[in-house]
């Protein structure tokens, strides 16, 4: 492979976010540690407005339609790419602004908070653009290096420290089986970029290779049987962290996938939707039935992620372009709900020092709108309409039913009632239960922000959803090519039901 | 007329919820209250309107207000469509629940959340209309689950009421069983055609197999099952009564749990295709009519014998839908939301004199302390009785004729046993309350009061509804209801007419000397012979005891689905827990562990992964031995133990020519 470095001014344009992002944190950085007199908090909101400047300049390509590669095409701008970054850009925003007060609880290195926080999610819109397997691990591994550290944040905390510790082995233990995986196809092909292993024929390295990069992808995002991290992850990490590690890995990881299922392996699709059905089953049916018996609000929502990761794996499952549009329009709904959940139970934990679900009784008369919103959020998780959550599972089963996939919304279906049960169970604690302390809860202004730009998405993408829904239409037109099935499983005519 | 005014039936009530939810705290209930009853008074007003140009011009009308889903092949317009059985349902829902609201305020004056209250309503309202105007399925599921959501916030209404909390809970997840099949059968209706829309749906229905339109129309039947409380998901609508009655009387009663109906009547082009989910339907509504009557008979809280009787009272309208008499159904819910609205607004009534005393034992005797009360609900009763000429007399009636005629024999049997049951209770119900010797203590007796005139004027009107409501029915399958409904209902082949005078006067003869029989049984035990109940009682206690406790049904269902469900959770994450804790030991250890692990990864996951199937046996069984102790490895052994399962799977696969299994699962 000849390796050229001739980059033009022009080339580089398509990396201004990224480039921005490295001086801006750069900035963030210096401030830092040159004028420690600085007020954090401040840090804080000139790490938004350098998001915000990022953002901007993403939805000014997306308008312009910018698309090309750099780096021998290592490094790809196309319109998903540019969704995805706008996906990441946006929670590492309202994650910032949810950490203020949180921050407050950090003995030392607050301020490197702040640059960890945008490392990582430059590292993620690296992630985004990934295009060959050697970028995939670099960039993977390059996101995952700030959250090792922000994981293990609370230097005093037991858990926190067991939590980063079991992270930290675990995702190295993942990035192993990546690099194996990636050697054994690049063995198999003597390619790296995507859409050249396509034209591989299949042999037994090449499949095992694949199944590796898809173990360490399905760690990335949680996806069962390689969810096993999650729930004390999610539980000992600052809770800031764990609603970040709970939705912007998970997109980064999905824009990985849908390329490498769509682009490198979508002459192989009948090999590998049984895969992808097993693991949307399994993640779907485990992650509900053990959110029954959490106690605690982060581990509920931990395995409440892993359910709903499933649910995102139907899309994929489905391989269609319709598919991919589902998977970006669930993964923004669940963006909004999640992050507001989250938001919640950060904002509660600053206030009453907890997070077990116990002291959310009689939250709605300490503080109405801390609990309204949170039945919103939850209630969107639930699939329940007019909201959000409802737009995006509809939209996912549809695309999997188009495909003929009844076991799995069968499945998809039972899982959707069983989740109701655990979220209804918060709901009735905070709205019907007696509260301990009847003192009110007062929320601070950029968690009331958070709070407020969630509820507006959560409510937004349920009742007018068009404008959305024709943004990822777009976003994954470069899928349009992947059609129904091929000859090689049933064809969709021949049904249980005899349809 | 103008489309905007269809739109704006829904838009009413919607900004009265949004005012009294945003601003409701800073003016008074009386504001609220008034907010919320005018926008459902202008609600039936509009719905007047439209109902008076459904007259004249008759025809389908369809205004779509806005684009809503459009992604691929997938699109949906938030739409509306107006017909003659839309029209019949949107005159019930803002009619009924316009009295309802204004009772309401009566009721619930005084109460601590009065504006909550009438957001939740006027919410309610929103959800219901949307339900019965849509013209797809997927704004009926809108409505669908709204009305669940509503129906879930209300019976939680009384936040300090532990049971009011659990029969919350209870309702929405049961809600869930049935909307998870009803999504099913959207799903599939997407599937064969393409799009959701009623009109394009029903135009091309002759193109299902048999086989496809059975597994649609069952699967709408869990749905309708779920939300209309049939058997065997009946289970969370007597637990509902413990939200306020007015919720009860609106939602419990005559509106939402009606929905069932309407979606089958709705999707009678469907059901027609498949006999097989004709009977299903009704053998459901047949079972559920006699079943939930027979526990009606020994319950001793008012408003349970009512939610008991509206069970049975759905499962007669169950049964019209599924021996086709789609019309009569109709006519049922319609003059079921009338009287079963009126009783349950009377013993509302009831509770509000008695300072909210619900159990029958310790009533009696209040006819002369509260006339007005006791005046309507004696015509409701007389109505769900089906005494000749009341509202219910009429259209049971019909649904019991059609069965004879259509020689159903078995369930027509099964409805007049029910009828003589309901008879039965409900005259039990009304000699209990309102008879006989005073059985409250002293301090209740002397504080007995009528209702203010904002309660009892909506009960007139229902109690008029209830006696006059029958005539449009009249002469039955013949009656201005049945042409005005046709367009919408009517049966692929034509129903049969050709019904001689004499069995129709015939049946209606039969009809009232049931109903007759059942008020005269329950005059000589509770009020010619008060003594001769306990006795009987005492004679068969082993089945005054199954009736009593309900046939141990919500036990069964708590055995056989909540305890196991929890059980596995609590099992799993005790799996989870005790895999991990070795790490609350001590971070100490881990240092080790990760040594351990990279000499352990470099010896066993590269090399066997060489030899990836040779060795997975080998590798597998030791992960899992070391499974026992727990430390961070094991969360790598999980990992890789599943990465072995999906590689044997794949190779097995892979080798048995990409067939085998994977079709399977399909």
């Known amino acids: 492979m000849t390796f050229s470095l001739t980059l033009t001014p022009a080339d580089l344009l398509l990396m201004l976010p990224e480039l921005?992002?490295?001086?801006?944190?750069?900035?963030?950085?210096?401030?830092?540690?040159?004028?420690?007199?600085?007020?954090?908090?401040?840090?804080?909101?000139?790490?938004?407005?350098?998001?915000?400047?990022?953002?901007?300049?993403?939805?000014?390509?997306?308008?312009?339609?910018?698309?090309g590669t750099l780096f021998n095409h290592m490094f790809v701008v196309d319109r998903m790419a540019i969704f995805f970054k706008i996906f990441i850009v946006v929670t590492t925003i309202l994650v910032i602004l949810a950490s203020i007060d949180y921050v407050k609880r950090f003995k030392f290195f607050k301020g490197e908070y702040y640059f960890l926080v945008?490392?990582?999610?430059?590292?993620?819109?690296?992630?985004?653009?990934?295009?060959?397997?050697?970028?995939?691990?670099?960039?993977?591994?390059?996101?995952?290096?700030?959250?090792?550290?922000?994981?293990?944040?609370?230097?005093?905390?037991?858990?926190?420290?067991?939590?980063?510790?079991?992270?930290?082995?675990?995702?190295?233990?993942?990035?192993?089986?990546?690099?194996?995986?990636?050697?054994?196809?690049?063995?198999?092909?003597?390619?790296?970029?995507?859409?050249?292993?396509?034209?591989?024929?299949?042999?037994?390295?090449?499949?095992?290779g694949y199944l590796l990069i898809f173990a360490a992808l399905g760690f990335k995002i949680g996806a069962a049987p390689f969810h096993s991290w999650i729930p004390d992850t999610y539980h000992g990490a600052p809770t800031p962290v764990t609603a970040f590690l709970s939705i912007a890995p998970k997109g980064a990881a999905f824009a990985i996938l849908l390329r490498l299922f769509f682009i490198?392996?979508?002459?192989?699709?009948?090999?590998?939707?049984?895969?992808?059905?097993?693991?949307?089953?399994?993640?779907?049916?485990?992650?509900?039935?053990?959110?029954?018996?959490?106690?605690?609000?982060?581990?509920?929502?931990?395995?409440?992620?892993?359910?709903?990761?499933?649910?995102?794996?139907?899309?994929?499952?489905?391989?269609?372009?319709?598919?991919?549009?589902?998977?970006?329009?669930?993964?923004?709904?669940?963006?909004?709900?999640?992050?507001?959940?989250?938001?919640?139970?950060?904002?509660?934990?600053?206030?009453?020092?907890?997070?077990?679900?116990?002291?959310?009784?009689?939250?709605?008369?300490?503080?109405?709108?801390?609990?309204?919103?949170?039945?919103?959020?939850?209630?969107?998780?639930?699939?329940?309409?007019?909201?959000?959550?409802?737009?995006?599972?509809?939209?996912?089963?549809?695309?999997?039913?188009?495909?003929?996939?009844?076991?799995?919304?069968?499945v998809g279906l039972i899982n959707v009632v069983i989740s109701m049960y655990y979220y209804l169970v918060v709901v009735k604690k905070m709205y019907i239960n007696e509260p301990v302390d009847n003192s009110p809860l007062t929320v601070s202004a950029p968690m009331q922000a958070v709070i407020y730009a969630s509820l507006a998405g959560t409510l937004a993408l349920g009742i007018y959803p068009q404008p959305i829904i024709d943004w990822v239409v777009s976003a994954t037109m470069m899928f349009s090519h992947i059609v129904a099935p091929a000859t090689a499983v049933a064809p969709s005519t021949a049904l249980p039901f005899g349809g | 007329m103008y489309d905007w005014l269809i739109i704006a039936i829904p838009v009413f009530p919607?900004?009265?919820?949004?005012?009294?939810?945003?601003?409701?705290?800073?003016?008074?209930?009386?504001?609220?209250?008034?907010?919320?009853?005018?926008?459902?008074?202008?609600?039936?007003?509009?719905?007047?309107?439209?109902?008076?140009?459904?007259?004249?011009?008759?025809?389908?009308?369809?205004?779509?207000?806005?684009?809503?889903?459009?992604?691929?092949?997938?699109?949906?317009?938030?739409?509306?469509?107006?017909?003659p059985l839309s029209c019949i349902m949107l005159l019930v829902v803002t009619g009924v629940g316009f009295l309802i609201h204004l009772y309401s305020v009566g009721y619930m004056h005084g109460e601590e959340g009065f504006t909550r209250f009438f957001t939740y309503m006027n919410l309610f309202m929103v959800s219901m209309l949307l339900l019965v105007m849509g013209?797809?399925?997927?704004?009926?599921?809108?409505?669908?689950?709204?009305?669940?959501?509503?129906?879930?916030?209300?019976?939680?209404?009384?936040?300090?009421?532990?049971?009011?909390?659990?029969?919350?809970?209870?309702?929405?997840?049961?809600?869930?069983?049935?909307?998870?099949?009803?999504?099913?059968?959207?799903?599939?209706?997407?599937?064969?055609?393409?799009?959701?829309?009623?009109?394009?749906?029903?135009?091309?229905?002759?193109?299902?197999?048999?086989?496809?339109?059975?597994?649609?129309?069952?699967?709408?039947?869990?749905?309708?099952?779920?939300?209309s409380a049939q058997l065997p998901l009946y289970t969370w609508l007597p637990d509902a009564m413990e939200g306020p009655t007015p919720v009860s009387?609106?939602?419990?009663?005559?509106?939402?749990?009606?929905?069932?109906?309407?979606?089958?009547?709705?999707?009678?082009?469907?059901?027609?295709?498949?006999?097989?989910?004709?009977?299903?339907?009704?053998?459901?509504?047949?079972?559920?009519?006699?079943?939930?009557?027979?526990?009606?008979?020994?319950?001793?809280?008012?408003?349970?014998?009512l939610a008991y009787s509206t069970v049975s009272q759905l499962g007669y309208m169950f049964l019209g839908c599924?021996?086709?008499?789609?019309?009569?159904?109709?006519?049922?819910?319609?003059?079921?939301?009338?009287?079963?609205?009126?009783?349950?607004?009377?013993?509302?009534?009831?509770?509000?004199?008695?300072?909210?005393?619900?159990?029958?034992?310790?009533?009696?005797?209040?006819?002369?302390?509260?006339?007005?009360?006791?005046?309507?609900?004696?015509?409701?009763?007389?109505?769900?009785?089906?005494?000749?000429?009341?509202?219910?007399?009429?259209?049971?009636?019909?649904?019991?004729?059609?069965?004879?005629?259509?020689?159903?024999?078995?369930?027509?049997?099964?409805?007049?046993?029910?009828?003589?049951?309901?008879?039965?209770?409900?005259?039990?119900?009304?000699?209990?309350?309102?008879?006989?010797?005073?059985?409250?203590?002293?301090?209740?007796?002397?504080?007995?009061?009528?209702?203010?005139?904002?309660?009892?004027?909506?009960?007139?009107?229902?109690?008029?509804?209830?006696?006059?409501?029958g005539f449009p029915g009249v002469p039955p399958e013949d009656g201005w209801f049945h042409h005005f409904l046709h367009p919408s209902v009517a049966a692929g082949a034509a129903e049969a007419h050709g019904v001689g005078l004499g069995l129709v006067v015939g049946l209606m003869g039969v009809a009232t000397v049931i109903a007759l029989a059942g008020w005269g049984v329950a005059h000589y035990l509770y009020s010619a012979r008060p003594e001769a109940a306990d006795q009987l009682a005492a004679r068969a206690p082993a089945v005054y005891t199954t009736l009593l406790n309900k046939y141990y049904v919500d036990e069964l269902y708590d055995r056989l689905f909540v305890e196991p469900t929890k059980k596995l959770g609590q099992a799993w994450d005790w799996f989870d827990r005790t895999i991990i804790d070795g790490l609350v030991r001590g971070v100490g250890e881990m240092t080790e562990g990760g040594a351990w692990l990279s000499t352990w990864i470099e010896k066993h996951v590269i090399y066997a992964g060489l030899n990836v199937i040779g060795y997975a046996n080998h590798l597998t069984a030791r992960a899992w031995r070391k499974l026992q102790s727990g430390m961070v490895h094991h969360y790598a052994a999980i990992i890789v133990a599943g990465l072995f399962i999906l590689v044997h799977l794949v190779v097995v696969w892979w080798t048995t020519g990409l067939s085998g299994f994977g079709v399977a699962l399909k």
């Open chain 1, 264 to 410: 490198s392996l979508a002459a192989f699709k009948p090999a590998w939707v049984l895969l992808l059905v097993l693991a949307s089953i399994l993640s779907m049916t485990y992650g509900n039935i053990v959110a029954i018996a959490q106690k605690n609000i982060k581990r509920l929502l931990a395995y409440s992620g892993i359910a709903q990761i499933g649910n995102v794996l139907i899309g994929l499952a489905a391989g269609t372009k319709m598919g991919g549009d589902a998977i970006l329009f669930y993964l923004l709904t669940y963006l909004f709900a999640n992050l507001g959940a989250f938001a919640i139970v950060i904002a509660v934990g600053n206030l009453i020092n907890s997070d077990e679900i116990e002291d959310y009784n009689g939250l709605n008369r300490r503080s109405p709108f801390l609990a309204f919103a949170m039945l919103v959020f939850l209630l969107s998780l639930a699939g329940v309409p007019p909201l959000a959550g409802f737009i995006g599972k509809l939209y996912i089963f549809i695309a999997a039913i188009k495909e003929g996939l009844y076991v799995l919304l069968i």
């Open chain 1, 20 to 67: 921005f992002l490295t001086l801006w944190l750069c900035v963030i950085l210096t401030i830092d540690f040159s004028l420690p007199r600085f007020p954090k908090r401040n840090l804080a909101y000139l790490s938004v407005l350098g998001l915000a400047v990022v953002l901007a300049n993403l939805i000014w390509f997306d308008r312009a339609g910018m698309t």
């Open chain 1, 118 to 208: 945008l490392m990582s999610a430059l590292g993620m819109m690296f992630m985004a653009s990934a295009n060959d397997l050697l970028s995939i691990f670099i960039t993977l591994e390059f996101s995952t290096f700030g959250f090792y550290v922000l994981v293990a944040y609370l230097r005093d905390d037991p858990a926190s420290n067991e939590a980063g510790l079991k992270f930290f082995i675990l995702g190295v233990f993942a990035a192993g089986l990546l690099a194996y995986g990636i050697s054994l196809v690049y063995g198999e092909t003597g390619k790296l970029v995507l859409s050249d292993i396509a034209a591989a024929p299949a042999t037994p390295g090449l499949i095992i």
């Open chain 2, 322 to 469: 599924g021996i086709g008499a789609y019309t009569a159904a109709i006519f049922h819910l319609m003059t079921h939301a009338f009287f079963k609205a009126l009783l349950f607004l009377s013993a509302g009534s009831v509770i509000h004199a008695l300072g909210g005393e619900q159990d029958i034992r310790k009533m009696g005797g209040l006819s002369k302390k509260i006339p007005w009360t006791h005046a309507v609900f004696l015509i409701g009763t007389l109505a769900i009785a089906g005494i000749f000429p009341l509202a219910g007399f009429w259209s049971k009636d019909e649904i019991m004729a059609h069965a004879f005629v259509h020689h159903h024999y078995v369930l027509y049997g099964m409805a007049a046993i029910g009828a003589l049951l309901t008879s039965f209770y409900m005259f039990r119900l009304t000699y209990l309350t309102f008879y006989g010797r005073p059985r409250m203590d002293h301090h209740r007796a002397e504080h007995v009061h009528e209702s203010p005139m904002i309660m009892i004027g909506p009960l007139v009107v229902l109690a008029g509804l209830s006696v006059i409501g």
């Open chain 2, 135 to 227: 013209n797809n399925y997927v704004v009926l599921f809108i409505g669908w689950e709204g009305v669940g959501l509503c129906s879930y916030l209300l019976i939680g209404y009384y936040y300090d009421k532990v049971s009011a909390a659990k029969a919350a809970t209870k309702a929405f997840v049961v809600n869930r069983i049935g909307d998870a099949g009803f999504l099913l059968a959207i799903f599939l209706v997407f599937y064969n055609f393409g799009t959701l829309d009623y009109t394009q749906v029903f135009a091309h229905a002759g193109q299902l197999s048999p086989k496809m339109a059975t597994a649609i129309a069952l699967c709408l039947l869990v749905g309708a099952i779920g939300k």
């Open chain 2, 14 to 83: 919607l900004v009265a919820v949004l005012l009294n939810g945003l601003l409701g705290s800073r003016y008074s209930h009386d504001i609220a209250g008034r907010i919320a009853c005018s926008s459902v008074g202008l609600s039936f007003a509009a719905a007047l309107v439209v109902f008076a140009d459904q007259l004249q011009t008759g025809g389908v009308r369809e205004v779509i207000a806005y684009r809503w889903i459009f992604g691929g092949d997938l699109n949906i317009n938030l739409a509306f469509l107006i017909d």
């Open chain 2, 249 to 305: 009387a609106l939602i419990h009663a005559a509106t939402m749990v009606t929905a069932g109906v309407y979606m089958i009547a709705r999707n009678h082009t469907i059901y027609d295709l498949s006999p097989a989910a004709m009977t299903t339907v009704a053998v459901v509504g047949g079972t559920t009519a006699l079943f939930a009557a027979t526990i009606g008979l020994v319950q001793t809280d008012i408003k349970r014998v």
